[in-house]
């Protein structure tokens, strides 16, 4: 029975929080609509404020573009967050808004003070890490569509989906537009009837800011600004997904049962006795690959950790290693301090999308070990499939020195293969705006869109020294 099941209790709610707003809609109530000479106000609703560097890049670039393509003075921004404190200073002048836990009451009479929701997670539609997450994205794209609003899903990854998800997602987003990150979930919405278009994903065009503040963070942390560095992002890809359980609260609050695996409100992680083991041999192989790198090679190795979740994660791996790492992680620096520390290194290993991504525009070297399609569609697209390892690959310490040593034998190709990528995906992102522009004029007929060519360069942001030079080098 659905009350037994939270996720399927909270799709439950949502779904007739969706339906009351189609209703209201359908007798003339909604709160704002959208007229000639005002701005259009969209609600962007993402995981944010939860110190997710990627999550946030993505996003800040995503709000860049938009403004951009929609013309600055012509549109209002406001973030969902999840806690203000950790998003505070980004995301220019647009406003924020907390969202909490449980979140059905909240979208009903949040969304309709907009013209638009656009959704900007990118693990929009999977079940991979928490069914809750994909259901407030599909929930708030359901509360725009129902109001024949801009319902847009932006840079979207679809995964593998519950059954009771896919079956929300269908319902709810069945009159959304949903703009893919790669052709495989293009694929897999399509088939449930989505309006869907091609992407990529927005941190292409992210600035950190100067290369000399991540440089002086390694230094502080002992670095000699020379030495080669070698960059290490491990995570728990183990303890997903998060799910929802009231006996597990009851437990925690009356026993203080399940605080590890605690991750907020009424929700917790996946865990078991075999997740622990995978974990730990997961972290093995991390520390094997490491002692036996920094024995081979005169490098300066560091940790880092994209999300705060990973300071575990790096804080065990810390511990198995023979040498002394500095920890760079998340909860300390925020995203332009992360991605300029990323930006200095030579050589990285990640289980993080965003990590491999953001560090792209430096030609770092890099690889992946990755817990499901996102790291491997990525690593398809630069066509390095030889770089990209399973996390519970049998014998991975060694498998990541065969890596590791292929990063120090073939740098010189993959940095460029890895320079040739960029051009490609700042097209894909330049015909997202083109995408994005002609879903509001659709919605929106007599939204005065900016007059520019039709051309993906001009519905990019303005771009950096760094990104400019590599187009200019490598298209």
């Not at 399927?8 to 109530?29: E, H, K, N, P």
């Not at 490491?290 to 994209?306: A, R």
Request: with cysteine.
């Amino acid at each position: 029975m659905n009350f037994l099941n939270p996720d399927r209790a909270l799709q439950g709610i949502m779904r007739s929080y969706v339906s009351r707003t189609g209703s209201r809609f359908a007798r003339g109530r909604a709160q704002e609509v959208w007229s000639p000479g005002h701005s259009l106000k969209l609600l962007m609703a993402g995981y944010i404020g939860t110190r997710n560097t990627g999550a946030d890049v993505r996003v800040e670039e995503m709000v860049r573009q938009i403004r951009h393509v929609l013309g600055s003075e012509q549109v209002e921004f406001t973030m969902c967050t999840l806690d203000p404190k950790n998003s505070r200073g980004y995301f220019g002048n647009a406003q924020q808004v907390f969202t909490p836990q449980v979140f059905p009451r909240f979208l009903f009479e949040e969304c309709p003070k907009y013209h638009g929701v656009v959704a900007c997670e990118g693990s929009m539609f999977k079940s991979k890490f928490a069914d809750a997450l994909s259901t407030f994205m599909a929930g708030a794209l359901g509360m725009a569509a129902a109001e024949k609003k801009l319902s847009v899903g932006y840079g979207a990854e679809a995964g593998a989906m519950n059954p009771p998800l896919k079956k929300f997602v269908e319902k709810n987003c069945r009159d959304s537009f949903v703009i893919c990150r790669n052709e495989p979930s293009r694929e897999i919405l399509s088939e449930l009837g989505i309006r869907t278009e091609s992407g990529t994903d927005t941190a292409w065009t992210f600035d950190p800011g100067p290369l000399e503040r991540g440089a002086q963070y390694l230094r502080d942390a002992g670095w000699d600004g020379k030495q080669k560095i070698l960059a290490m992002g491990p995570i728990n890809p183990f303890w997903w997904p998060v799910k929802p359980s009231l006996w597990k609260t009851g437990a925690r609050h009356l026993l203080g049962r399940y605080r590890d695996t605690h991750y907020k409100s009424v929700y917790f992680h996946s865990w078991s006795e075999e997740s622990r083991e995978q974990y730990e041999d997961y972290i093995d192989g991390f520390a094997k690959a490491l002692n036996v790198f920094v024995k081979e090679e005169n490098v300066f190795p560091i940790l880092i950790g994209m999300e705060r979740l990973d300071r575990k994660a790096c804080e065990d791996l810390a511990r198995k290693i023979d040498v002394k790492a500095p920890l760079f992680i998340s909860d300390t620096y925020d995203m332009y301090e992360m991605v300029s520390v990323l930006r200095n290194v030579t050589y990285l290993v990640s289980s993080r999308f965003h990590a491999l991504v953001t560090s792209m525009p430096g030609l770092v070297a890099s690889a992946g070990v990755t817990m499901d399609e996102r790291i491997r569609n990525l690593m398809t697209e630069r066509g390095h499939e030889d770089l990209m390892l399973q996390v519970d690959a049998i014998d991975l310490g060694d498998r990541l020195i065969d890596v590791l040593r292929t990063l120090v034998r073939e740098r010189e190709r993959i940095v460029q293969e890895i320079g040739q990528t960029i051009p490609k995906e700042l097209v894909k992102m330049g015909k997202m705006g083109i995408a994005f522009s002609d879903e509001v004029h659709r919605v929106y007929p007599e939204f005065p869109l900016p007059e520019r060519p039709r051309e993906w360069r001009h519905f990019l942001p303005s771009l950096s020294t760094p990104v400019e030079k590599l187009l200019e080098v490598y298209s």
